[in-house]
C-alpha cells in the first residue's frame, strides 16, 4: 500500500487551476492520498468547492484528509466537510477508517507545547479552556486509535505530536505548532507512520519517544525542501508478515490440503473454456 500525504494547500479563491498540476503525479505515486489540514486558506465554502473542483479533475485514487485551524477561521468548517465530503473526501475528525487493509486515526490536533514546556490547566479560566481543547483532541486520536483493528495503522494530524518537526521553526512559535498531548497516544497505540502539517518551516522528518516515524508534509516545506520532486510525501507500508493466529490457520490449511489427493494434470489440449 502506497500512501501520499501532504498539508498545508491553503486553497485560496484564486487557487482554481494552480493545484491540479501538482497534484495529478500522485495518481502514478500512490494508492490513497491523505491530506494533512489547512485545506483551504480561509476556511470558506468558495475555497472548498475550488478544491472539490481540483481534486475532482486531478486525483483518481481515494483522498483521505483531516482539516487544519485555517479550515476553522471563518466558522464555516461544517460546510467545508460537506462540500469535502461530496466530492468523495473522507475527513476523519476522532474517527477510525480502513482503507486497503491500512488503518487510519485522524484528528486535527491541537497545540499547547513540548515535553516539559506544555502548558498546563492552571490559572486562569482561559488557559484551562485552552489547555482542555488540546486535552479533547489527544482523547479523539485516542479514541481512534483505540478503535484501529488493521495491523497496518497510521496517524493523520494537522498539529505536530512531537517537537522534531517542528524545528526550524522560530522557537517562540513552537508552542503552537503542536503538542506532546499528542503525543502520548501514539506512545500507547503503536502506529507506522505519523504525519502532520502546519509547521511550514519545520523540519520534515523526525520520531517519536518509541521510535515512530513522523513526517511533516506541509506543502510549502515540501517546496521548498524537495524543489525536484511532487509536493507529497510518499509512504510505502511492506505487506505485514501475518499474526501468530493467522500464520497458524495458514499453517493448518496448509496442512490439511497436502493430505487431500493430489490434482491430475489435464492432458495438453484439455480446455475448461466454455
Ligand atoms: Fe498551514
Ligand atoms: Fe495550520
Redesign the pocket.
Known amino acids: 500500500m502506497r500512501l501520499a500525504a501532504a498539508g498545508?494547500l491553503h486553497v485560496k479563491k484564486t487557487s482554481q487551476g494552480a493545484l491540479q498540476p501538482l497534484l495529478a503525479p500522485v495518481n502514478d505515486h500512490a494508492d490513497v492520498l491523505l491530506l494533512c489540514?489547512?485545506l483551504t486558506d480561509y476556511g470558506l465554502r468558495e475555497e472548498a468547492a475550488i478544491l472539490a473542483k481540483e481534486l475532482n479533475a486531478a486525483v483518481r485514487i481515494p483522498v483521505v484528509a483531516v482539516l487544519?485551524?485555517?479550515d476553522y477561521e471563518s466558522g464555516q468548517q461544517e460546510e467545508v466537510c460537506r462540500i469535502l465530503t461530496d466530492a468523495g473526501v473522507k475527513i476523519l475528525d476522532g474517527e477510525a477508517y480502513e482503507i486497503g487493509g491500512v488503518g487510519i486515526a485522524g484528528a486535527k490536533g491541537f497545540s499547547g507545547g513540548f515535553g516539559r514546556a506544555t502548558l498546563g490547566a492552571w490559572g486562569e479560566q482561559a488557559t484551562k479552556h485552552y489547555v482542555q481543547e488540546a486535552i479533547d483532541e489527544a482523547l479523539k486520536l485516542e479514541g481512534a486509535l483505540a478503535r484501529l483493528r488493521t495491523r497496518q495503522r497510521i496517524a493523520l494530524l494537522?498539529y505536530s505530536p512531537i517537537r522534531g518537526t517542528v524545528e526550524g521553526e522560530p522557537l517562540e512559535i513552537f508552542p503552537y505548532l503542536g503538542t506532546s498531548r499528542l503525543e502520548e497516544p501514539l506512545n500507547r497505540h503503536p502506529v507506522d507512520v505519523v504525519f502532520h502539517?502546519?509547521a511550514h518551516h519545520g523540519a520534515p522528518e523526525g520520531r517519536t519517544a518509541a521510535g515512530t516515524p513522523v513526517y511533516n508534509v506541509a506543502m510549502p516545506l515540501l517546496l521548498q525542501r524537495y524543489p525536484d520532486r511532487p509536493p507529497f510525501r510518499v509512504v510505502e507500508l511492506p505487506e505485514a508478515p501475518p499474526s501468530e493466529t493467522e500464520a497458524a490457520l495458514l499453517n493448518a490449511r496448509q496442512t490439511a490440503s497436502s493430505k487431500r489427493p493430489p490434482i491430475v494434470e489435464k492432458p495438453a489440449g484439455s480446455s475448461d473454456r466454455h
Do not use: C
Open positions: 498545508d489540514g489547512d487544519g485551524n485555517h494537522h502539517g502546519h
